[in-house]
């Protein structure tokens, strides 16, 4: 498993930046209260909170950690921000030493992570091709 990145941190984040501003305004309107943050790699939390405990870093590209819109209840109020974990590392070894896919990967990567705030299951994901 590669340990050190392939691209530097700047320009991974940028990545990051241009992928949400790739998406439609409509699909960002409602994605309030979001933090999008990039990590090295994932933690064993990270991993469990996954459901994948025992798995390599490498397995999670990504992590929603939040209440899904299609959750909350109009009780839901003084919440931390829900978090998107992006981990750079993971990413670059899916989409190898090529920027363009690297860059292909990390716009994936958000849109999927983007969904499951929107309250979008895996399941459904991989029916639409973005799993």
């Known amino acids: 498993m590669r340990r050190c990145s392939v691209l530097p ?3 991974f984040e ?3 930046a241009e992928a949400l501003d790739s998406l439609p305004a409509e699909f960002l309107k409602h994605l309030e209260n979001v933090e999008v943050v990039v990590e090295d790699w994932p933690s064993d939390d990270d991993l469990a909170e996954a459901g994948l405990a025992g798995e390599g870093p490498e397995a999670l590209l990504g992590l929603y950690v939040g209440v899904p819109l299609t ?3 109009v009780d839901y109020a ?3 921000p829900d978090r ?3 981990f750079q590392g993971p990413i670059e070894e899916a989409a190898g030493d090529d920027p363009d896919a ?3 990967e990390v716009r994936c990567t958000v ?3 983007i969904a499951h705030y929107y309250g979008i299951s895996d399941e459904r994901l991989e029916q639409m ?3």
Do not use: N, T
């Open 9 to 11: 941190d700047a320009v």
């Open 84 to 86: 998107i974990l992006l």
């Open 14 to 16: 940028a990545l990051v």
């Open 111 to 113: 849109v999927h992570e």
């Open 71 to 73: 959750e909350r209840g």
């Open 102 to 104: 690297i860059r292909a």
């Open 78 to 80: 003084g919440f931390l």
């Open 129 to 131: 091709g973005w799993a």
